[in-house]
């Protein structure tokens, strides 16, 4: 669910942010049947035991800080804030895992070779604090696990730190989205409205490729509805407050919108 607060009458507000250092969670170390089962099944698989990284943290902290640089209405700043974000570091483990692949040589016979896969999986679990209102937001993110190998323990940290940081950004960008409102028709044929312009841009860090869902508000039982009616997407940031936008979905919908004068919601969805 999208944040709208009631900090000032701007719905694109950018709210500024303190980001204090993440705590790491030791793991509990007592062994129960199920560990112990899993230990032995991971041995027959050709896992070798569990590997804790508590010094990569300060990496996982970079990260979180890298990722809130892309976060277009969050500005990490030192001191007091809007809103704060706290963590805790619950799980950093690496992994390896034997497997043998076949080859034939020039004379056809079958030759064996022994390989090493490493694997990295990194979980942080994050709250963000509304310090006027003290609601609170927390969400784990994970990067890594068993799906992706790769050929050194630093490149399996490495990827999965580069995963926590995508979804960090599209989580905090779609609690706080954009909201944009249509300013001109663009290109239209017949009952089909191709394109149209928004009053965001450069100066929103808006970007071609970035999409927008679209709604109808109307009223029901004396409350305020939101209808979805199509998607469109940036096709050319034209100034600090204007882009073209592709209309991908709702073609009619949103000429008829258009055309019957009806309010309409825009907000950003990447």
Same mark, same amino acid.
């Given at each position: 669910?999208? %944040?709208?607060?009631?900090?000032?009458?701007? @719905?694109?507000?950018?709210?500024?942010?303190? $980001?204090?250092?993440?705590?790491?969670?030791?793991?509990?170390?007592?062994?129960?049947?199920? &560990?112990?089962?899993?230990?032995?099944?991971?041995?027959?698989?050709?896992? &070798?035991?569990?590997?804790?990284? @508590?010094?990569?943290? @300060?990496? =996982?902290?970079?990260?979180?800080?890298?990722?809130?640089?892309?976060?277009?209405?969050?500005?990490?700043?030192?001191?007091?804030?809007?809103?704060?974000? #706290?963590?805790?570091?619950?799980?950093?483990?690496?992994?390896?895992?034997?497997?043998?692949?076949?080859?034939?040589?020039? +004379?056809? !016979?079958?030759?064996?070779?022994?390989? $090493?896969?490493?694997?990295?999986?990194?979980? #942080?679990?994050?709250?963000?604090?509304?310090?006027?209102?003290?609601?609170?937001?927390?969400? +784990?993110?994970?990067?890594?696990?068993?799906?992706?190998?790769?050929?050194?323990?630093?490149?399996? %940290?490495?990827?999965?730190?580069?995963?926590?940081?995508?979804? /960090? *950004?599209?989580?905090?960008?779609?609690?706080? @989205?954009?909201?944009?409102? /249509? *300013?001109?028709?663009?290109?239209?044929? !017949?009952?089909?409205?191709?394109?149209?312009? =928004?009053?965001?841009?450069?100066?929103?860090?808006?970007?071609?490729?970035?999409?927008?869902?679209?709604? *109808?508000?109307?009223?029901?039982?004396?409350? #305020?509805?939101?209808?979805? %009616?199509?998607? /469109?997407?940036?096709?050319? *940031?034209?100034?600090?407050?204007?882009?073209?936008? +592709?209309?991908?979905?709702?073609? !009619?919908? =949103?000429?008829?919108?258009?055309?019957?004068?009806?309010?309409?919601? %825009?907000?950003? =969805?990447?």
């Amino acid at each position: 669910m999208a %944040i709208f607060t009631s900090f000032g009458q701007n @719905p694109n507000e950018v709210f500024t942010l303190n $980001i204090a250092p993440l705590t790491y969670v030791e793991p509990s170390k007592s062994a129960t049947v199920g &560990s112990v089962l899993g230990t032995l099944a991971e041995a027959a698989a050709g896992q &070798s035991s569990n590997n804790r990284h @508590p010094e990569v943290v @300060p990496y =996982i902290e970079a990260v979180v800080k890298t990722a809130f640089a892309d976060v277009r209405r969050l500005a990490p700043v030192e001191g007091e804030s809007q809103f704060s974000l #706290t963590g805790d570091v619950v799980n950093v483990t690496t992994w390896t895992k034997s497997r043998t692949t076949e080859s034939k040589d020039s +004379k056809g !016979k079958v030759v064996k070779t022994g390989n $090493i896969d490493y694997y990295a999986s990194i979980t #942080t679990s994050l709250t963000l604090l509304d310090t006027a209102t003290g609601q609170t937001w927390t969400q +784990k993110f994970t990067g890594g696990g068993g799906t992706y190998y790769y050929k050194s323990e630093a490149a399996a %940290i490495e990827a999965a730190l580069n995963l926590i940081q995508g979804k /960090i *950004v599209k989580y905090y960008n779609n609690l706080f @989205p954009l909201y944009a409102q /249509i *300013v001109e028709r663009g290109s239209e044929k !017949k009952d089909k409205m191709n394109q149209v312009y =928004i009053d965001l841009g450069s100066d929103n860090g808006i970007f071609k490729g970035l999409h927008f869902n679209v709604s *109808v508000v109307g009223e029901a039982a004396g409350r #305020t509805t939101e209808h979805k %009616i199509g998607k /469109i997407k940036v096709e050319e *940031v034209q100034g600090p407050d204007i882009s073209l936008c +592709k209309v991908e979905k709702g073609k !009619k919908e =949103i000429k008829e919108a258009l055309d019957n004068g009806q309010t309409l919601t %825009i907000t950003s =969805i990447d």
